[in-house]
């Protein structure tokens, strides 16, 4: 059982850095700060996110927050020459792991996300309290260690965040769903407003203001995001198109009934966005499950968790080096329980009822 | 010089109308009510916004808040069963006016649009302050009376909403730009989540919940806004889908400099839509203009000043039927004057620098 203790070194003292630098701080942790500006390390210091790191540092826990294109360089160099776990907080998670797969020292890299950010950046953005109640993707890959999947967890928790846990592969089909289209189609409703009419806008009402307000966001950053998940966004984009012909069709025939079934689609999909944490407590129910205690297999369990669709709302681990078999316990809403026993043991799971 | 003294008649007492006549009442007009539905009148009246119509009343000005599907009968209705000035709330203004066209009554009816809502519908959601410094579109047709617009111009004040002048078809075409697409556009996005698995939700923020909260309306309602607006509704689908195709060639491409070209254009729009009203007070200048004092000039005034694309901030008219021209006062910010002054004289307009 590994314990947070630090220090935590944070690459990169943009927003989401100094924001993480502040939260280690304030629950007594040592935070060591580099970025490759000395600016943003001299104010997220003078904000008390942490100290300048030097060459005689050695860091328990290694947090790569950097723009998208350099994540896997930086990530790699920090596996290399430190001991630490290493997680990094992009926002898409297949290249940063393709690009150290190959590494002997891949086992002490677990990705993750926080989904938590702000129209503003850099250092004076930051605040200890972003991550409060947000969701934070934690995104083991198969040869994470356990070890190394439970502090990047306690860091999450420690950020005042919520785990959810999901592949690699998975997490980005996830926000590509949930983050990278509605930016894009955000960003081309908001593209007509640029070519209209200035009396035309006099009208703009609320609506319209929260359609476009995430594409105020950098074009540059989202241009790296949104190519660095091509695959997943295509697929969907692919989708949207396909509706959007249906939409013109029904609109320019006249079809009212099917214009409306659409827009019933639309409902449901609002309805569907979970309710934010803090809201009524649903109950809960652990489902325990027998582990091989040898590497690879906690992964395993969590990919199949995973793929049963089922939001794992906790996960605590209870491995003892002596033993075999661990036992870990799963914690999910109640009425989803028996569709994840069942799921697992259709994979050949041993889950205790 | 028309004074807006009342009674003012409001048919049709959900969420707009109930609103409407709480401001009227709050200004000490008489508020006369009538709906196909006596519980909302009973609902409406019992919140204070007046009582329910019976035959001998005369009211000065009917405001019809009806769905979309019924607009033009009941506007038609009520300029055939009384002498008052008519007006209407409803989405779409093309549709009702070509309903009444033929009417030789047609020169009391100018239409009109607030730009205020609710997810909530029904005379309960009602409130007298729900207009507060919101834009409502007034679109006087080429046959309006101008007594009558400026009665409707004085509800729009009194109800404390920005008058924003357009003609029908320009308003149609404003809100399919600045409503309707961004609203199916959301019910696209919001569609793509109907259809996602449980824990890919669970990384659901923010942007997401913005981008499509508008979808979460009423769809029977939508449905008929959308199909009576559907002529300019399907211009903008067809940009939209151009630019969905160019969006999915530059991701699919890898061509990172278009997609980041695109995701500028968004941005732009973002900074296209005007400040909320109460921001920092702008400077405005008066551009006069001579109107002959015949039916139809004051409206041809209008369209061309509309035709401009500066947006008009107030009108105020002078004139005396003792005189065969009037004066009109168009208040635009300054910067755009100059604009508006050289495009009123290239259509033969007197104006007075």
Redesign the interface.
């Known amino acids: 059982m590994s314990e947070l203790v630090g220090p935590v070194e944070i690459v990169g003292t943009g927003l989401l850095g100094t924001s993480i630098g502040l939260a280690c701080r304030r629950a007594g942790l040592e935070v060591l700060l580099s970025d490759s500006s000395p600016e943003h390390v001299r104010t997220a210091s003078g904000l008390g996110a942490g100290r300048p790191r030097t060459d005689d540092d050695r860091p328990q826990l290694v947090v790569v927050a950097v723009p998208p294109d350099h994540l896997g360089t930086v990530i790699a160099t920090a596996l290399r020459e430190t001991d630490a776990v290493v997680t990094d907080v992009g926002s898409v998670k297949s290249g940063p792991l393709s690009a150290v797969a190959g590494e002997p020292r891949a086992h002490r890299y677990v990705g993750s996300h926080p989904?938590?950010?702000s129209e503003r950046s850099g250092p004076l953005a930051g605040s200890g309290s972003l991550f409060d109640g947000?969701?934070w993707?934690i995104t083991p890959h198969t040869g994470s260690d356990p070890d190394a999947v439970e502090l990047v967890e306690e860091l999450v928790r420690l950020c005042g965040a919520v785990p959810?846990w999901?592949t690699p592969a998975?997490?980005d089909?996830?926000?590509a769903?949930?983050?990278h289209?509605?930016?894009?189609?955000?960003?081309?409703?908001?593209?007509?407003?640029?070519?209209?009419?200035?009396?035309?806008?006099?009208?703009?009402?609320q609506?319209?203001?929260?359609?476009?307000?995430?594409?105020?966001?950098d074009?540059?950053l989202?241009?790296?995001i949104?190519?660095a998940n091509?695959e997943a966004?295509?697929a969907?984009?692919?989708?949207?198109?396909t509706?959007?012909?249906r939409?013109?069709d029904a609109?320019?025939s006249?079809d009212?009934t099917a214009?409306?079934g659409?827009?019933?689609?639309?409902?449901?999909?609002?309805?569907?966005?979970?309710g934010k944490h803090g809201g009524p407590v649903r109950p809960m129910r652990s489902v325990w499950v027998s582990v091989p205690d040898h590497p690879g297999e906690l992964a395993r369990l969590l990919a199949d968790a995973?793929a049963s669709?089922?939001?794992?709302e906790d996960i605590r681990i209870d491995h003892d080096p002596g033993r075999p078999v661990g036992l870990v316990e799963l914690v999910v809403e109640e009425r989803?329980a028996e569709h994840l026993l069942t799921s697992l043991e259709s994979r050949d799971w041993v889950t205790h009822r």
């Open positions: 989904m938590a950010g947000r969701p993707a959810v999901l998975e997490h089909r996830a926000v769903r949930t983050s289209v509605p930016h894009l189609l955000a960003s081309l409703v908001a593209a007509r407003l640029a070519d209209g009419p200035e009396n035309h806008l006099a009208l703009s009402g609506g319209v203001r929260d359609v476009t307000r995430v594409a105020a966001g074009p540059r989202y241009g790296q949104v190519s091509a966004v295509l969907l984009l692919g989708e949207v198109r509706e959007l012909d939409v013109i609109v320019g006249g009212r214009l409306q659409m827009l019933e689609q639309g409902v449901a999909g609002t309805q569907a966005i979970p995973v669709e089922v939001n794992i989803r």
